[in-house]
């Protein structure tokens, strides 16, 4: 079993920047793709980022490449997402989420989840 607690969020205009933090805890944290998705109210949930368990390997979103980064301490058990100039569109309830083998973009291939932490953009 593995637990995650995301935090960091929060409210900002357009333009800041703000780091998110997903702790986790449980199986071992070095063995376990990570990623983080997003759902905005009425919405799916969409990917947003992810990294391999070694943090070789990150993928981003189209929406977020270039503002966003993906990171990991597998010595802190934390994964952290980097985000830089933000925008109105990027508001949102984050989660991160976990999962053995490859990294994948698709929500239900994730079997651990965090509660969320949420991000405001005001523009």
């Known amino acids: 079993q593995v637990q995650l607690v995301e935090s960091g969020g929060g409210m900002v205009q357009a333009g800041d920047s703000l780091r998110l933090s997903c702790a986790a805890s449980g199986r071992t944290f070095s063995s376990l793709a990570m990623a983080w998705f997003r759902q905005a109210p009425g919405q799916e949930r969409e990917f947003v980022a992810s990294i391999s368990w070694n943090g070789i390997t990150t993928t981003y979103a189209d929406a977020v490449k270039g503002r966003f980064t993906i990171s990991r301490d597998n010595n802190k058990n934390t994964m952290y997402l980097q985000m830089n100039i933000l925008k109105p569109e990027d508001t949102a309830l984050y989660f991160c989420?976990?999962?053995?083998?490859?990294?994948?973009?698709?929500?239900?291939?994730?079997?651990?989840w965090g509660q969320g932490t949420q991000v405001a953009v005001s523009s």
């Open positions: 989420a976990a999962r053995t083998g490859p990294t994948v973009r698709v929500a239900g291939s994730y079997r651990y």
